[in-house]
């Protein structure tokens, strides 16, 4: 047999085996995903990549890491008939547009088939459905609620505030003090702007106005949202979210409640990672908790955001892969392992978390905390965020119009009825996100 | 012939004209980024036209082009000016006067935020601690558009500088000879013989500052992103936001419109100007 020979019968044998029955070509999933640090990266490479193909032979997943602006990028490919099999998005908001557009396919039956709807929370579920149909499911959730220094609150003999009132005394005492009472700021973010709007309407307004408002059956020019907003601005004219918010950001405002400088953290559950950098590195312990809320509001109150959902895209060859790898992602296996890694980020809306084991260690505060989260959500003792609730236009106008409320250049009535316009305009067209 | 000119024609047919007529063309429709655009006439520029912010954004571009129509032109030409007249050193300075041009943008603006404006971090703060108040301008709806500006300025004159020392270096130096042998000064000597010398580069340096002044985006998206309460807003800041925040592609090619329009009125003027100047 001549060396020619021997390599077409190699070949031929190969195709043969490939054709064989029962064995299925590699499949490979793509997923374009935002910018990480290396050191990021090679925990998505090694926990989710290798995780996967550890437990999935024969798909592979295929992870590319396309800068800050992936969504737009990923926007303009699938107008083109392209795009990654997963469809990363910003949240319920853009996953509407983009299922409105034919660009996302159906996930009932993988998540009848796969379990998603026994394994996940379903308010969570309900947020990734247009017209009954669901296209997107949260990739990790986040709750806002009241981060603060244990050591420095025990020290001065100070208890985590439950009601406004409270925290009002407190913040007066803290300014008394020297200290900025919130921290916050927006230097180089500007949207940090909406969070402290979302805590402030969410606990002096509470979440049934605010839910009769994103269903169009209450005003946002209802006198209860302006005396939120009457009061949002009292707060900011008062010095408690600082001196110099437009100048600091709120991670340096963050480590700042370490030595004491700031006082307590209206905050994102993200900031339990800015806890690991900078509360465990200095010994310090940080505590977390419900924001305070305003008389008849509901306590505890966590407003609840989604940050990211996945999707499969409708042009995708390999759907039943792509569902595969999104099936991996809702694993205990997975929790687990990337969890203890990266807290804050991967917080998947799972509903029962008791059965998993971790895999390296979670902090106590972490595990209280989505303890307690998962707790209120169940009671339905929950908030609502802007960037997941309020349509694009609305969260933007939000955004800006928090400097003109603070600044003066909007009474909290103008402020509001710029947003109501706004809103009203978004309602009529379809873009209000589906609510819970 | 043509065959010479089909590269460079192909480039710019496919990266600039079509690219030009499709944001003409979207001007006119309602379109989110997802879906087919839907035709609306001129509802797009009756929204932009009826929106206060786009009057904000346009009266901040209108003094961006004012700013650095005159400031790094005036300091570019007085240095140029003494650049030409000093005889050791003139490399040095070039070298050191065009170093903030080559910085990237992001880092620049870093810098200036975080290690000058910043009360916290940077020379600002520093000051505040002797007693010099010294706020910080980015923070302030009545300065945050001239504390970019500020930053923009340091970065840019230096290369108004070098383009202009360039220019004078043409002059022919029996002029300048025989105009300080009439007894020109320094002052005399600017404006009697060397900025009428040099008049079509400062032309063309004004016509290209409008033009630039209306895409102005990258210091004032990194530094502000058109805060305080839209104070630093400006027309691209705002097409931006449009486009990819608000997912509305029509009323971002609308303000986009607005904006060549404005480029396309320098450049016309130009052309004007040099056609008449090449008349006589």
């Keep these: 047999m001549t060396k020619l020979t021997r390599s077409l019968s190699g070949v031929a044998l190969a195709a043969i085996a490939l054709m064989a029955p029962g064995h299925a070509m590699a499949q490979t999933v793509s997923w374009w995903y935002e910018a990480l640090t290396p050191e990021q990266q090679k925990l998505l490479d090694d926990k989710l990549v290798g995780g996967f193909a550890a437990s999935h032979p024969g798909v592979t997943l295929e992870l590319e890491y396309r800068g800050n602006a992936v969504e737009n990028q990923q926007r303009l490919a699938l107008m083109s008939g392209g795009g990654p099999d997963i469809i990363n998005s910003n949240g319920p908001a853009t996953a509407l547009s983009t299922a409105k557009a034919g660009q996302l396919l159906a996930l009932d039956d993988y998540a009848a088939k796969l379990g998603w709807d026994k394994r996940l929370i379903p308010m969570f579920l309900s947020l990734g459905k247009v017209d009954g149909v669901l296209y997107s499911i949260p990739k990790n959730y986040e709750a806002m609620g009241l981060f603060y220094n244990a050591d420095i609150f025990a020290a001065k003999g100070w208890t985590a505030p439950k009601t406004v009132t409270e925290m009002e005394t407190l913040a007066d005492t803290m300014l008394a003090e020297g200290m900025t009472p919130f921290v916050a700021g927006n230097a180089g973010f500007r949207p940090a702007n909406e969070q402290f709007f979302t805590v402030a309407l969410n606990q002096l307004a509470g979440p049934a106005a605010i839910r009769e408002a994103l269903a169009g059956t209450r005003p946002w020019t209802d006198p209860v949202f302006v005396e939120a907003m009457t009061k949002f601005k009292a707060w900011y004219d008062k010095g408690y979210y600082g001196k110099d918010y437009f100048s600091t950001s709120t991670i340096d405002a963050f480590a700042g409640m370490v030595t004491g400088k700031t006082g307590m953290a209206p905050q994102g559950t993200w900031a339990f990672s800015w806890v690991k950098d900078y509360f465990e590195p200095a010994g310090a312990n940080a505590a977390f908790t419900s924001i305070p809320v305003a008389e008849g509001v509901p306590y505890p109150l966590f407003p609840i955001g989604v940050g990211s959902a996945l999707s499969i895209n409708a042009k995708s060859a390999n759907p039943d892969a792509a569902a595969q790898v999104i099936d991996y992602i809702f694993s205990g296996d997975f929790y687990g392992a990337i969890v203890p890694q990266w807290q804050g980020e991967w917080n998947v809306p799972l509903a029962d978390l008791s059965g998993i084991t971790m895999q390296g260690e979670v902090t106590p505060l972490y595990k209280e905390a989505t303890t307690m989260i998962a707790d209120a959500i169940a009671d339905g003792s929950y908030g609502y965020t802007t960037w997941t609730f309020w349509p694009p236009k609305s969260e933007q106008y939000i955004i800006s119009g928090v400097e003109e409320l603070w600044l003066n250049k909007a009474s909290p009535e103008q402020f509001l009825a710029g947003l109501q316009e706004i809103f009203a305009g978004e309602l009529a067209e379809g873009s209000v996100p589906p609510l819970p | ?280």
């Design chain 2, 1 to 280: 012939m043509w065959l010479f000119a089909l590269p460079a024609l192909s480039i710019n047919v496919v990266i600039i004209l079509i690219p030009a007529l499709l944001t003409i063309a979207l001007a006119f429709c309602q379109w989110d980024g997802f879906s087919m655009p839907v035709f609306v006439g001129l509802a797009n520029f009756n929204a932009v036209f009826a929106d206060r912010v786009f009057w904000i954004a346009l009266g901040n571009n209108i003094k961006w082009t004012l700013i650095f129509l005159t400031v790094p032109i005036a300091i570019g030409l007085f240095a140029a000016t003494l650049l030409l007249i000093i005889k050791r050193g003139r490399t040095l300075f070039q070298i050191v006067y065009f170093m903030p041009v080559v910085v990237a943008t992001a880092i620049t603006a870093r810098v200036w935020q975080g290690m000058i404006y910043n009360p916290n971090t940077g020379v600002f703060g520093l000051l505040q601690r002797f007693g010099i108040e010294l706020a910080d301008p980015l923070a302030h709806t009545e300065t945050a558009l001239y504390g970019i500006a500020a930053v923009d300025l340091w970065h840019w004159w230096g290369f108004l500088a070098v383009i202009f020392l360039a220019a004078l270096r043409q002059v022919p130096q029996e002029m300048v000879e025989a105009a300080r042998l009439d007894g020109a000064g320094f002052f005399g000597l600017m404006r009697h013989i060397l900025i009428p010398a040099i008049a079509p580069t400062i032309k063309l340096m004004m016509v290209m500052t409008v033009i630039w002044s209306f895409l102005v985006f990258d210091f004032v998206y990194i530094l502000t992103q058109g805060g305080p309460a839209y104070s630093s807003e400006v027309l691209s800041t705002l097409a931006y936001r449009n486009a990819f925040f608000e997912f509305d592609l029509g009323r971002a090619a609308a303000v986009a419109l607005v904006i060549a329009l404005f480029g396309l009125t320098a450049t016309f003027a130009y052309v004007r100007l040099q056609a008449r100047e090449g008349a006589n």
